[in-house]
């Protein structure tokens, strides 16, 4: 039997998670703020998703719009609160003003997280070099995963880079999965699966009639039924 596509979707509440898990997701990313493209939630809010599913669930962490870290010690003691909550997966990602990776943020707050698997996020997308980046976070405790469109400009602008990069997968710096999203569209799916490509992520497109609007089942089943036929 093939292995089943990841499906990611965003989820802001516990209702959205429902619908979400309803809809035949399996993972969840849980943020706050979609103004600021996705802050860390409350911790409130990760207790209430988790009691309301029980699919995986990996938790942002980031305090401010755009990429820099900036309070890594309150980074650290967020990170703290939310394991002691329960939560075992998150989503991180740092630069620096050159664009290069914040080792030492990304360093000090992955310490926190003890081996637990997370997601380094779109500021690959950002990066001056997203190939320099890959090897120097290779080898960080738990990294298994990286969201990416291929570019800054979103999935179409870097289809290319998507395709090539899961041509590469298991080189040195390519060992993780590809989770693709940002601006992902239904279209860009079957080329994707074709190169390889097992993951999906989706946010606005969960959410027929905005981000105002909670994530609809409805929209989530159509994409994994797509997936499912790839």
């Known amino acids: ?76 003691e967020v990170a703290r609160e939310l394991r002691g909550a329960g939560a075992d997966q998150f989503v991180l990602g740092f630069l620096d003003g050159h664009g290069c990776v ?56 870097g289809l290319s880079t998507l395709l090539a990069e899961a041509g590469r997968r298991g080189e040195p710096g390519y060992e993780q999965q590809i989770l693709v999203g940002g601006g992902l569209r239904l279209d860009h799916v079957r080329q994707l699966q074709a190169a390889g490509v097992d993951a999906f992520h989706i946010g606005g497109a969960a959410r027929p009639k905005g981000w105002t609007s909670p994530v609809s089942a409805e929209a989530v089943g159509k994409w994994r039924r797509l997936l499912d036929q790839g």
């Open 102 to 157: 914040d080792l030492d943020a990304v360093e000090r707050v992955v310490a926190e997280l003890h081996g637990c698997r997370w997601t380094f996020h779109r500021a690959i997308d950002h990066a001056s070099d997203r190939e320099a980046l890959r090897k120097q976070v290779a080898d960080l405790p738990g990294l298994d995963t990286y969201l990416t469109a291929g570019s800054a400009d979103g999935v179409t602008d």
């Open 1 to 76: 039997m093939s292995k089943r596509a990841v499906l990611e979707v965003i989820a802001l509440d516990a209702e959205d998670a429902l619908a979400a898990q309803a809809g035949g997701a399996d993972r969840l990313e849980l943020v706050t703020d979609m103004a600021a493209d996705g802050l860390t939630p409350p911790t409130t809010s990760f207790t209430a998703i988790r009691a309301a599913v029980d699919i995986d669930l990996r938790v942002m962490l980031r305090l401010a719009d755009g990429f820099a870290a900036e309070d890594v010690e309150r980074l650290v």
